[in-house]
């Protein structure tokens, strides 16, 4: 029982690392090429339908403070305030509505329902979707936070999108990592049952698992488009934090890297026989679907067998005579 639990710490403790280095990298990439942006745009334009209104409203000087760029050229934030975009949406549409009128636009709940009636009545799916919201509101306020609860609701959905979308990517990343690194799933599987040495060193190593805490909250986070303390170099930091775990665990006799591409160079670099090679493959593989499922379940499932492990088996009482 020993042998299966401290060889489960020491895959986890292998798996917990790839999985913040493949989310680290996808940071990268997100930040890069704004991932979270394009979907947060999808999301907004699968809610408001009406491009003229949607143009207006990401427009809106209360909404253009949140682009770095002017709205529709660069990258969408990730994250829009929704009691602002609530605010936003109503002030476009009463605007649209009061347009022929002359004076001052008037903003209260009368015109935000007569507004949102006008669209309903040109069709606007826009206009079917806030006027029962709208309708049941008692005053100016209570309107704005329906609105803002939908566009709440229907930013959950994108968020649903965006974790489909990101899991997909660990994976093809953690492929990535698993090939570079050569770190194969089953090679450490039999390395772990066969060597009691290096299954006390990863055991040892996933006792102090809370030194990763502060690595995986980063992770569980989510990244904010307004947040400006996050500076570009740290998750190549965390990176090379990483990289130089493994490089410890590869030096304590975990079978991760290539001796060849080693400090010591003892062995020329050949390639393994083809036979040995779906195997191999297989195992870069489950390395990979491991790192599909993100730093924080490695994280929390690391916690649950230590504490299972420390705890142990009750003892049986002993019957008085």
Same mark, same amino acid.
């Given at each position: 029982m020993n042998v299966l639990f401290e060889t489960v710490l020491g895959l986890a403790i292998v798996y917990l690392l790839v999985s913040l280095f493949a989310s680290t990298m996808q940071e990268i990439l997100a930040r890069y090429c704004g991932s979270r942006g394009r979907f947060l745009r999808e999301g907004q334009l699968s809610l408001i339908t009406d491009r003229w209104v949607y143009l207006r409203t990401i427009n809106h000087p209360s909404i253009v403070a949140f682009y770095r760029n002017a709205p529709g050229k660069g990258h969408t934030p990730s994250y829009l305030p929704p009691d602002t975009v609530a605010l936003a949406l109503c002030d476009v549409l009463v605007r649209r509505h009061q347009m022929q009128r002359q004076g001052r636009v008037i903003f209260n709940l009368e015109t935000v329902q007569a507004a949102v009636r006008a669209?309903?009545?040109?069709? %606007?799916?826009?206009?079917?979707?806030?006027?029962? @919201? *709208?309708?049941? !509101?008692?005053?100016?306020? #209570?309107? &704005?936070?329906? +609105?803002?609860?939908?566009?709440?609701?229907?930013?959950?959905?994108?968020?649903?999108?965006?974790?489909?979308? %990101?899991?997909?990517?660990?994976?093809?990343?953690? @492929? *990535?990592?698993? !090939?570079?690194?050569?770190? #194969?799933? &089953?090679?450490? +599987?039999?390395?772990?049952?066969?060597?009691?040495?290096?299954?006390?060193?990863?055991?040892?190593?996933?006792e102090q698992v809370g030194s990763y805490q502060a690595e995986v909250d980063r992770v569980r986070a989510r990244p904010s488009a307004t947040d400006a303390s996050t500076k570009i170099e740290e998750p190549f930091q965390q990176i090379e934090a990483v990289h130089t775990r493994l490089d410890k665990l590869a030096a304590a006799g975990l079978p991760v890297g290539y001796a060849c591409l080693g400090p010591d160079r003892e062995h020329a670099?050949?390639?393994?026989?083809?036979?040995?090679?779906?195997?191999?493959?297989?195992?870069?593989?489950?390395?990979?679907?491991?790192?599909?499922?993100?730093?924080?379940?490695?994280?929390?499932?690391?916690?649950?067998?230590?504490?299972?492990?420390?705890?142990?088996?009750?003892?049986?009482?002993?019957?008085?005579?």
């Open positions: 669209a309903k009545d040109r069709d %606007a799916t826009l206009g079917h979707s806030l006027l029962p @919201l *709208v309708e049941g !509101a008692k005053t100016f306020e #209570d309107a &704005l936070k329906a +609105v803002a609860r939908w566009y709440e609701q229907g930013m959950d959905r994108v968020s649903g999108w965006y974790k489909a979308y %990101a899991q997909k990517q660990l994976f093809v990343i953690g @492929l *990535v990592i698993a !090939a570079t690194f050569n770190i #194969d799933t &089953l090679a450490i +599987v039999q390395t772990l049952a066969r060597s009691p040495a290096l299954r006390a060193e990863m055991t040892a190593t996933a670099c050949e390639l393994p026989p083809a036979s040995s090679w779906p195997i191999k493959i297989v195992g870069f593989f489950l390395t990979a679907l491991a790192a599909a499922l993100g730093a924080p379940f490695w994280f929390d499932l690391l916690n649950r067998v230590i504490n299972l492990r420390s705890s142990g088996i009750k003892p049986p009482e002993s019957k008085q005579t």
